[in-house]
């Protein structure tokens, strides 16, 4: 089945304690995304990359990395969390970056920091 | 820059009656892409319909359709024939032809009264 997976899907941590969300695609994508989605603000884009070891910042960067070393994983880095980081984080992949081409979206990743 | 702006953060409609839901953008280019995504309480984004600019014809996917008014910079979308299924939340997107990143209104709750 082509989809794309996250996990954890659910996590609690502390102020200052690094974790990974991981980001994995079965459908050869090229493009793959990171989005935020909080309250009155749609989804916000963290970062993209176009394909293996290309990646750029979108609108919310600050406090995140990725890396995107394979085709089908795109881990988002948390390096110290913040509890403005406490949102619910979607990855996402296309075939290409053209404009046309259908983002399919992971499940969410729910993200509390304490 | 652009925006995309949804001024209904909530709607309802009865059931098998139709709804529409309003999206307007803003941008200074003349090709680029328009999406609906809908997100039920599962949390999982679904895209339900795309247009794209340089069409004059509007997209329809079965009860869903669009009403683009590119000089207006509108993208409406018409749920007909109402479903319980279709309680969620609607995100209207904008995404440039070349390599760009996809932006995102803040959404509409859209809830359906049997």
């Known amino acids: 089945e082509a989809q794309v997976t996250q996990n954890p899907r659910y996590l609690i941590t502390v102020t200052g304690k690094k974790l990974t969300v991981t980001c994995s695609q079965n459908?050869?994508?090229?493009?793959m995304s990171w989005y935020r989605q909080d309250p009155g603000l749609g989804l916000r884009q963290i970062y993209y990359?176009?394909?293996?070891?290309?990646?750029d910042k979108g609108d919310v960067p600050e406090g995140y990395k990725v890396s995107r070393k394979e085709k089908r994983n795109f881990p988002l880095i948390l390096e110290s969390p913040s509890p403005n980081q406490t949102s619910l984080y979607f990855c996402?992949?296309?075939?290409?970056?053209?404009?046309?081409?259908?983002?399919?979206f992971g499940p969410g990743t729910r993200l509390l920091v304490l | 820059a652009q925006t995309v702006t949804q001024s209904q953060p909530e709607m309802s409609v009865q059931e098998a009656e139709t709804v529409t839901l309003s999206c307007t953008y803003d941008t200074s280019e003349s090709d680029y892409y328009l999406f609906w995504y809908k997100q039920p309480p599962s949390r999982q984004m679904i895209l339900v319909i795309r247009?794209?600019?340089?069409?004059?014809q509007n997209a329809t996917e079965n009860r869903f359709s669009v009403n683009f008014q590119k000089a207006a910079k509108s993208f409406s979308l018409k749920i007909s024939d109402s479903q319980l299924g279709d309680a969620a939340m609607y995100f209207c997107?904008?995404?440039?032809?070349?390599?760009?990143?996809?932006?995102f209104g803040p959404g509409t709750s859209l809830s359906v009264i049997p």
């Open positions: 459908m050869n994508h090229e493009y």
């Open positions: 247009q794209e600019a340089y069409k004059q």
């Open positions: 997107a904008y995404r440039k032809t070349s390599y760009d990143k996809v932006i």
């Open positions: 996402a992949s296309s075939l290409s970056w053209q404009g046309q081409e259908t983002q399919y």
């Open positions: 990359s176009m394909n293996v070891e290309v990646t």
